[in-house]
């Protein structure tokens, strides 16, 4: 498993919503073309991911047991601390942050996110259909698009509880969780021709008392076109998560 090198970024406000170059690649329709291979969503000005993800001065307050649900302790069982090391899934949208590469195809009516890391794959539909209904809850949640202008906002729900990010890497005795009554909303405006302002919305009704963002962006790396995603293979039955092996 490789890790790549992410280039230097460079400071972009999302809120002061700044008009796209002239030189920005757009789709037959006019639409921003996001397609390509981009970094994971990073804080502008220096890197993000992992267990930094968020930042506790963007969260909202708790309600009343809010906390509870919010933070859990390691176990010290790896299928609750480190579930991926067991091949379950990371989550949304923490194997979105992950320090792996993203690619992003585009169509008229869909855009697909391939994230290098568990080869995560999220298809979404851009030609304002409503939330499914009636659906189990995923990992992932059920996701989709719509535009504002040159702003594309997916909005996703219907999500299994799981954790937000991998802060517990930081401090274990804040393992982050959501519940599933998780609702997210992404921005994505393509700024300029190598970056993507990526503002990311955590609605969760059982934990804080109103909805908080965090800003982040992407940038470019046509670089990686050349080889691609690496290929990324999870076995299951790991007896050595951690280099700590059972029998």
Partial sequence: MRYRLLAAIVVVIVSAAP?????????????????????????????????????????????????????????????????????????????????????????????????????????????????QKNIEPTYYGDSVGHWEGDTLVIDSTNFKRWSLDDYYYQNPKEYRMHTEAFHTIERLRRIDANTIAYQFTVDDPNIFTAPWSEDFEMKLHPEWEKVGLYEFVCEENNRCPGGQCRK
């Fill in 19 to 131: 008009s796209i170059s002239q030189s920005t690649p757009r789709t037959h329709d006019g639409k921003p073309d996001f397609s390509g291979f981009w970094s994971n969503p990073v804080r502008p000005g220096g890197r993000g991911g992992g267990a930094t993800t968020f930042s506790k001065e963007k969260m909202a307050p708790f309600k009343p047991g809010g906390e509870t649900l919010f933070y859990e302790r390691r176990t010290g069982d790896p299928r609750h601390d480190e579930p991926r090391a067991y091949c379950l899934p990371s989550g949304f949208p923490s194997g979105f942050f992950g320090p792996y590469p993203v690619q992003i195809v585009q169509s008229k009516d869909w855009l697909v996110m391939v994230t290098e890391f568990q080869r995560i794959t999220r298809m979404i539909p851009l030609d304002g259909r409503p939330h």
